[in-house]
């Protein structure tokens, strides 16, 4: 079957500071790979995603790379802030298989002035 | 303008009764579905439906109901509630003739039996 498991959280981090957030897959056919966002109190956001192999999905500063010899598509930002602390899900969706989300446990960041 | 809601945002009520959640989107999508999101904030699916008929039922108790009257709507009803049923409920839409085209969530219900 279908898989996605991410680093377990909670990641606190400072400002300012490196963030990455492993996230590793496997499935039965060609994913579309995304990552969404959680803050809190409200639902999922999209943040990014890639459709294919070595394509790399980036917005606000987030990005990730759809690996395909590795299985990966590690979250990776290089400054955060504050008011990027949530809870962030790696997810797949297998093409033109009904569009089922996969997801993975969630990681909770929390940064700190 | 919202583009997939939920109403109500929370739900507190008492095992053994029955509740029901209720979605619409706006985005012109033919395709919405009910997530579960549990204490520990894993989320999983618990169906989807296209053009109104159901095409993913994942392994649900059928305490849990849903109806589509329109591609625009997926209420969700739930029959004799269990505590184990308290959780945070998202509904979702999408086109599904583009796998690729992201998914778009509601804000959630968050369910508690008392």
């Known amino acids: 079957g279908n898989s996605v498991t991410q680093m377990e959280g909670p990641v606190t981090l400072s400002e300012e500071a490196f963030l990455t957030i492993n996230c590793t897959y496997t499935a039965t056919g060609y994913p579309s790979l995304f990552w969404y966002v959680q803050y809190p109190g409200e639902g999922l956001q999209l943040l990014l995603k890639?459709?294919?192999?070595?394509d790399k999905g980036s917005n606000k500063g987030f990005e990730a790379t759809y690996r395909k010899e590795t299985t990966s598509f590690h979250l990776e930002k290089g400054s955060v802030q504050v008011s990027d602390s949530a809870v962030y899900f790696c997810?797949?969706?297998?093409?033109?298989?009904?569009?089922?989300?996969?997801f993975g446990g969630g990681t909770r960041l929390m940064v700190k002035p | 303008d919202t583009a997939v809601s939920q109403t109500p945002k929370y739900l507190v009520t008492q095992m053994g009764n029955d509740k029901s959640i209720k979605c619409e989107q706006n985005l012109g999508h033919d395709t919405m579905y009910w997530y579960k999101q549990d204490s520990k904030k894993f989320l999983k699916i618990m169906f989807s439906?296209?053009?109104?008929?159901?095409?993913i039922n994942e392994t649900v108790p059928n305490r849990f109901s849903p109806k589509s009257p329109d591609k625009a709507h997926l209420n969700l009803h739930i029959n004799s509630l269990e505590l184990g049923d308290s959780a945070v409920y998202f509904c979702?839409?999408?086109?599904?003739?583009?796998?690729?085209?992201?998914?778009?969530f509601g804000d959630g219900t968050r369910l508690s039996i008392l």
């Open positions: 890639a459709t294919k192999a070595d």
């Open positions: 979702a839409s999408s086109s599904r003739g583009n796998s690729n085209q992201p998914q778009h």
């Open positions: 439906y296209n053009n109104k008929e159901l095409i």
């Open positions: 997810a797949l969706v297998i093409n033109n298989a009904g569009n089922m989300l996969t």
